[in-house]
């Protein structure tokens, strides 16, 4: 090839002396076979030497037959792989030939790495090739998987992340292999052919580099010095990699070998940059490390994350070390970098690394191992752009989803249902108190122990403030942006949950699409929009991701029982009725399934136990007074519900009230899950399905009705459970209505009109929706109730007492210097305090007379309002109250100013130290649930059974330029 000369000709200009060096620890099941390959090399070796470094399994033994006990060097146990051909050179005299010049090459072997029979002639011929390449490697092979590569050269990112270009498991075609010779940063000392004078100018592998990382040393040495390191693909050598992988005890360190091969490799990065890359690679490896150990942590491998810490303290804590090995490599470290650096892994594949380390995370894989071997740079021909043409990734996977279709209609439906309440003032109305403040507003909220709102309240705030606090966050502090997309956007967010958290147990794309769609416009989604009614709508969202959770706590699986218990928390700290429902279906699957499969019933008491813990002040609370469990967050108006709710409502899923659409809309998705009974399949899911819409019907009926402080309680919650059964009922057996068809003429007809009636459901439920648009209570341009004049007027701490008379009784309410935030009308005053206070607002609008209002003066009260249109009756009251000031009086309301300052009440003194430990606990608690709910992987390699000889090439398979190499 190339018109080079044959190996074995005299004439040749040179001649070359190989050395071969096995070095042995441990590995008798795979020396044999690779003294073996090494005996049976096309090109004769000159000299061969074997060293045991303290085999205990026989190793030294094989050598020693093999090579002859002259030929065997024994070392100690702790002896490293580089110290062990340090001593092997120093005793070994150089060759002598009878040629004016005789090249010397020292080829090195692990005891699991056998070569290929003409992998040594592959590697000669490529040297005589290239004169100036001094360090040579073999492809490397998986010693089990015969096709599976490994290795054609490794270069490193700059923060010591080991890559090779390749795919997992990927397999050799040839595809890699080009004209042969692969320009490399390094390679392997598992084959590497290095020449003896070079080993000798760069002092060889370094000792202090016992295992790991000395081959890229050795290497980046030799590439500073001028000299290349290729790769021969036509070389090939198959690898074990049992330190890597475990496969056995390292007897030269006492670190775990992960930790070691870390260490190794930030010490090799570092003693091998310049001066300014050496600071920038500090920085980078700190922050770098310190990212990966909290992914560690929270993929639940602690074990890996503080052998990150360990390996990058080990390197930055000894200064002296890192100093002596940057003073032995000074030589050519700067000069020779430019050389280096263009091989090194691109910044854009380091950050695409590190994406794929997030993404392999979220999908439950883990993080990537830091001793990874994917995703090298390699250089590529397109022209910029065209990977855009070419590219079948998230784009594409996103316009051609179901899923996200979906979830673009439901959105234009909903944009259009919605038409009056996209833009305008404050959102408000119904259930929603008009939405003021920020993120920082709510978290303040949460964490005082006394609250100025209203009359004073030591009552620690409810925890779903803490919830809208974070959701405020993550919108940049704008709670009325989160409020509105988790509101006005319940809908979409329905469908998508939906979709998404059914794709387990519904296969079928079409039956996915209809029940998505279906669950999403269902009459309890529309009604909970209407009425504002938000605690509903994020437990409506949820819910479909609690039934896929469910199905795995009943596998036993502990992960999914965490992430149930914190969603189900979520959504209990909105609607605590939830929790009782999901308690009773829990304990009839534990009737069901803790005897028959391992582990559900400790899954469930983790599901269940979980909110207990999280929620325990408050729901401690809900104990104390048992009707407020049927209420959810926010303001309670009789107006709200439907009090001649007949059964047929209920029957149909409506919850009735505003924003619901007539019973026939749903009557489709019944008739559907009825003829779901008449399928053969899936007969359990089908029983199961309509024995959660029985539940949730029935438990509707019971609390519809029923009152909690004169308000009737909103059955939407029973009402969405029952759906949820309904709906998988009717689409788990939808695959088979084609072999239901093909029965015969008959049932062709009905399964047609089946699917016809299925699909018309949701199209009619987001038509009615559509034309009828997004009804009160819910609205925009909700006036602040706050008046201006009363905001300007009012000193810190001092309030505005807020008349609403209706039907003859008035409601008050104080607000101290602003509209009240979400969750101050959960807040309880003293009931002594309440009731003084409510006799005073009695008295002074009844018009009695008497100290009422210095009773309001005490509680700090400036300004008495009363929103428009104000009664004559009670703005002539108020008139000729003394001790009032009329300010202003319109259509739009009358305000009124007490004729003394009010003082402020004072703060109290000191602060709830039990509130603070709480939130403390709390906080940690969350932190250890969202740590064993999160993905996680087990990092233990796999029990892989090594033969001692491995598994033979498929007949007929060779390398495609085998042909190629002079023999």
């Known amino acids: 090839m190339g018109g080079a000369q044959p190996y074995d000709d005299p004439q040749g ?12 620890h441990d590995g008798a099941r795979w020396l044999k076979e690779t003294l073996a390959a090494v005996r049976r090399q096309t090109r004769p070796l000159d000299r ?43 005793r070994l005299p150089r060759a002598q030939g009878h040629e004016p010049h005789v090249d010397e090459w020292v080829w090195l072997l692990h005891d699991d790495c056998a070569p290929d029979p003409q992998a040594l002639q592959a590697l000669l011929w490529a040297a005589d090739q290239d004169p100036g390449a001094a360090i040579l490697g073999p492809k490397l092979l998986d010693w089990l998987d015969r096709r599976s590569l490994l290795e054609i050269g490794v270069t490193v990112s700059r923060s010591g992340m080991r890559d090779t270009g390749l795919e997992p498991r990927e397999y050799d075609q040839g595809q890699h292999d080009g004209e042969g010779l692969r320009d490399v940063l390094s390679v392997s000392t598992a084959g590497m052919l290095i020449r003896r004078d070079v080993w000798d100018q760069l002092s060889g592998l370094d000792p202090e580099l016992p295992l790991f990382r000395d081959d890229l040393d050795l290497c980046w040495r030799a590439r500073a010095a001028g000299h290349r390191v290729v790769n021969v693909t036509e070389a090939v050598a198959w690898h074990a990699e049992a330190a890597t992988r475990r496969r056995r005890r390292l007897s030269v360190s006492n670190e775990h070998p992960r930790r070691l091969d870390r260490r190794n490799a930030l010490l090799v990065i570092m003693a091998n940059l310049p001066l300014w890359a050496l600071m920038r690679s500090i920085f980078r490896n700190i922050f770098g490390s310190v990212f990966r150990t909290v992914l560690f942590l929270v993929a639940k491998q602690p074990a890996n994350a503080l052998d990150e810490m360990a390996a990058l303290a080990s390197v930055i804590g000894r200064p002296g070390r890192l100093m002596r090995a940057r003073r032995r490599r000074r030589q050519w470290r700067k000069q020779g970098y430019p050389s280096v650096a263009r091989l090194l892994t691109p910044s854009g594949a380091a950050f695409r690394r590190l994406a794929d380390m997030v993404q392999s995370f979220i999908a439950g894989a883990g993080p990537v191992d830091s001793a990874g071997r994917h995703h090298a740079a390699a250089e590529t021909d397109e022209e910029d752009g065209e990977e855009l043409l070419s590219d079948s990734g998230l784009m594409q996977r996103m316009f051609t989803s179901p899923g996200v279709l979906l979830c673009l209609v439901l959105l234009a439906v909903t944009l259009a249902a919605e038409r009056s309440l996209l833009y305008g003032g404050l959102l408000g109305g119904g259930s929603l108190v008009p939405i003021t403040g920020g993120a920082s507003d709510l978290w303040r909220l949460y964490t005082e122990s006394h609250h100025v709102t209203g009359l004073g309240s030591d009552t620690w705030a409810p925890p779903y403030v803490a919830l809208l606090a974070l959701v405020s966050t993550i919108f940049l502090g704008k709670t009325w942006l989160a409020v509105s997309v988790l509101l006005l956007g319940c809908v979409p967010l329905a469908g998508f949950s939906a979709y998404a958290a059914t794709k387990k147990m519904i296969s079928y794309t079409p039956a996915r699409v209809w029940l998505a769609a279906t669950y999403a416009l269902l009459p309890v989604a529309t009604g909970v929009i209407a009425s504002g009614r938000l605690g509903t709508a994020i437990v409506f969202v949820l819910l479909p991701v609690y039934a896929a959770l469910a199905t795995r706590i009943v596998a036993g699986s502990r992960r999914a029982a965490w992430g149930f218990g914190l969603l189900l928390a979520v959504g209990t700290a909105f609607v605590p009725l939830l929790y009782v429902l999901v308690a009773i279906l829990g304990a009839l699957a534990a009737v069901s399934f803790a005897g028959v499969r391992k582990g559900v019933g400790v899954a469930l008491a983790i599901g269940l136990g979980t909110p207990i813990v999280l929620l325990f002040p408050w729901l401690g609370r809900l104990v104390q007074d048992p009707g407020r469990i049927l209420l959810e967050s926010g303001l309670h108006d009789i107006a709200l519900t439907d009090p001649r709710l007949g059964a047929e409502n209920l029957l149909m899923l409506s919850p009735g009230g505003p924003g619901t659409p007539p019973i026939w809309v749903t009557a489709g998705l019944v008739a559907v899950a009825l003829a779901a009974l008449l399928v053969r399949r899936h007969q359990m899911v089908v029983a199961i399905g309509w024995g959660v819409m029985l539940f949730g019907v029935l438990v509707a009926i019971v609390v519809g009705r029923l009152t909690v402080h004169g308000v009737p309680v909103w059955p939407g919650v029973p009402l969405a459970f029952a759906a949820t059964g309904l709906l998988v009922a009717a689409a788990r057996p939808a695959r088979w209505i084609g072999e239901f068809a093909a029965t015969g003429r008959l049932r062709r007809v009905a399964a047609g009109l089946i699917v016809v009636v299925a699909f018309a459901t949701p199209l009619a439920a987001a038509a009615v929706w559509v034309r009828s648009g997004a009804e009160e209570p819910l609205q925009r341009g909700v006036r602040d109730p706050m008046p201006l004049l009363a905001a300007v007027g009012s000193a810190k701490g001092q309030g505005t007492l807020v008349l609403r008379p209706r039907d003859g009784v008035v409601t008050y309410s104080v607000l101290r210097g602003g509209a009240p935030l979400i969750g101050e009308s959960d807040l309880e005053s003293p009931e002594d305090a309440s009731q003084r206070f409510g006799t005073a607002v009695a008295g002074l609008a009844s018009g009695r007379g008497g100290t009422y209002a ?14 428009g249109p104000v009664e004559a009756s009670l703005h002539r009251t108020l008139d000729s109250e003394p001790a009032l000031v009329r300010m202003s009086l319109s259509a739009a309301g009358g305000l009124w100013r007490l004729a003394q300052p009010a003082p402020a009440p004072p703060p109290p003194s000191g602060g709830d130290s039990m509130h603070r430990i709480w939130l403390w606990a709390q906080a940690t608690i969350l932190l250890v649930i969202l740590i064993l709910a999160s993905p996680g992987a087990r990092t233990a390699e796999a029990e892989e059974q090594y033969a001692d000889v491995p598994q033979e090439e498929p007949r007929g398979r060779r390398r495609a330029g085998e042909d190629r190499v002079p023999v």
């Open 48 to 90: 061969v030497v074997g060293v045991d470094n303290g085999s205990r399994d026989g190793g030294g033994q094989m050598l020693t037959e093999a090579f002859g006990a002259g030929n065997v060097l024994t070392m100690p146990r702790s002896t490293g792989f580089g110290e062990a051909v340090h001593e092997v050179l120093d």
């Open 13 to 24: 200009p040179d001649v070359q002396s190989v050395t071969a060096i096995v070095v042995a």
């Open 854 to 867: 210095q009773t309001l003066a005490q509680y700090g009260v400036q300004f008495v309002s009363v929103p």
